[in-house]
T-cell receptor, first 112, second 115 residues
Framework: GENVEQHPSTLSVQEGDSAVIKCTYSDSASNYFPWYKQELGKRPQLIIDIRSNVGEKKDQRIAVTLNKTAKHFSLHITETQPEDSAVYFCAATDTGGFKTIFGAGTRLFVKA | GAVVSQHPSWVICKSGTSVKIECRSLDFQATTMFWYRQFPKQSLMLMATSNEGSKATYEQGVEKDKFLINHASLTLSTLTVTSAHPEDSSFYIC???????????FGEGSRLTVL
């Protein structure tokens, strides 16, 4: 089955700096890669996603890149703000849009 | 967006009792719902896929007799933790997709504490 690895587990940046979180997946049949943000005690919320027919997607300060050949995808947050502090999960969904498997999560701290 | 509601948000029970958690899709129909378990500071581990009108599909290592799943309607799936033990204490969270999109919408989660 699908296995998603995520790094780093913890990331601390200064406000205004960029943050990059990287994930790899094992199942080449996966074709949908969402990123979720989870604040303490709350439910995960989708922040951006990318499908396998696209290499890059951007939404304001957030961007995601996908390298299908290497089975890598990354989340880039620019101009970080304290409210970006949360746990971020990458995930991969199989071809049938069925199961979504999550990475271990990255705890992002943005210092003011 | 879409709304998924989960109840109860937290529950404390004695060891050996059973606990039922409900997951509802409030503004859409969900033929499939997913149950995840999350330990403190850890990831979301898929436990099982709940299928409306048929048996749930369990992930490897998840005891189906321990975690009973029922998906009797297009808007409701239930997870029953049977004969709960302290090691079952965790955050259980359900999710569902709306239509053909890939996005998962999550419930609020249910924190189970077994004494």
């Amino acid at each position: 089955g699908e296995n998603v690895e995520q790094h780093p587990s913890t990331l601390s940046v200064q406000e205004g700096d960029s943050a990059v979180i990287k994930c790899t997946y094992s199942d080449s049949a996966s074709n949908y890669f969402p990123w979720y943000k989870q604040e303490l005690g709350k439910r995960p919320q989708l922040i951006i996603d990318i499908r396998s027919n696209v290499g890059e997607k951007k939404d304001q300060r957030i961007a995601v890149t996908l390298n299908k050949t290497a089975k890598h995808f990354s989340l880039h947050i620019t101009e970080t703000q304290p409210e970006d502090s949360a746990v971020y999960f990458c995930a991969a969904t199989d071809t049938g849009g069925f199961k979504t498997i999550f990475g271990a999560g990255t705890r992002l701290f943005v210092k003011a | 967006g879409a709304v998924v509601s989960q109840h109860p948000s937290w529950v404390i029970c004695k060891s050996g009792t059973s606990v039922k958690i409900e997951c509802r899709s409030l503004d859409f129909q969900a033929t499939t719902m997913f149950w995840y378990r999350q330990f403190p500071k850890q990831s979301l581990m898929l436990m099982a896929t709940s299928n409306e009108g048929s048996k749930a599909t369990y992930e490897q290592g998840v005891e189906k007799d321990k975690f009973l799943i029922n998906h009797a309607s297009l808007t409701l799936s239930t997870l029953t933790v049977t004969s709960a033990h302290p090691e079952d204490s965790s955050f259980y969270i359900c999710s569902a997709r709306k239509g053909g999109t890939g996005e998962l919408f999550f419930g609020e989660g249910s924190r189970l504490t077994v004494l």
